[in-house]
């Protein structure tokens, strides 16, 4: 799984006009499901992402958790982030398909939620319109290959 994962100020998804679902302060995770992923690539991505240190302490150092800080997650699913871009159209073969990465994308919500986080989420597999203010800024890219 792939995660960029985004300290914003605000957040929000829009669908037809319409928001569907909106933060402040916290984190934007736009979340990508490789065809090989698994449950357990799931939980562990949501534990990474529910223990970043990346707000600021009392001495301006990145050393505070989501949950300490009171951030709450907008979790938006992304298979682009497994494009093949070794050509100028980017193919999408490594990303799961909906069978299987949306049932993933819904564990890694579900995690973060056990886990005492409120997440928004998307709409799967929706045309989203995704807005954010972003804090920092702070991007941090997550990637199950390199912790896993």
Known sequence: MRAVVMRVLSASVTI???KVSSIENGFLVLLGVHK????????KIA???????IFEDENGKMNINPKDA????L????????ADCSSRRPGFTDAARPEISMPLYE???????NRGFEVGTGVFGADMKVESVNDGPVTILLDT???M
């Open 75 to 82: 979790i938006v699913s992304q298979f682009t982030l497994f």
């Open 47 to 53: 534990d990474k992402i529910c223990g970043l240190r």
């Open 16 to 18: 037809d006009g319409e």
């Open 36 to 43: 090989d992923d698994t449950q357990k690539h799931a939980i």
């Open 107 to 113: 564990l890694v919500v579900s995690e973060c939620r």
């Open 70 to 73: 009171g951030a709450k997650l």
């Open 145 to 147: 290959d390199d912790f």
